[in-house]
């Protein structure tokens, strides 16, 4: 029970080399929390079908955004400004015309799995 932190040590394991197993593939607690926040993010239909044409169509603006997914611009606006915020997204001006692109290289991993992903029954 080599990885059982020091304040877990007095508990009892069925299996010593299991709970040394379950600790390993849990890993790091930031990114175990950083990996819940981008669950989080992704969480919401919206938000997550936003980052999916993004992901698909490249730099995007907000109102080409909105016509695709069907979300009214100034919620599309909102929904940016939260995955900007949490770095999901990047913004790129092109002329007066605001594109939004994926930044976050570890969701757009994850949405590719999601994109070629077929229905599920």
Not at 68 to 82: C, N
Not at 108 to 120: F, K, N, R, Y
Request: hydrophobic share 50%.
């Amino acid at each position: 029970m080599h990885l059982i932190p020091a304040e877990r040590a007095h508990r009892s394991a069925i299996d010593e080399h299991t709970v040394c197993d379950a600790i390993e593939g849990i890993g790091d607690l930031a990114r175990v929390h950083a990996w819940s926040d981008r669950f989080a993010l992704l969480s919401d239909p919206g938000r997550l079908a936003l980052l999916l044409a993004v992901h698909r169509a490249g730099p995007i603006a907000v109102s080409d955004l909105a016509l695709a997914t069907g979300i009214r611009d100034t919620a599309v606006s909102q929904a940016l400004r939260l995955l900007r915020a949490a770095g999901a997204v990047v913004a790129e001006k092109d002329g007066r015309i605001v594109r939004y692109r994926l930044h976050d290289q570890e969701i757009a991993e994850l949405l590719g799995g999601l994109s070629t992903a077929g229905p599920t029954a």
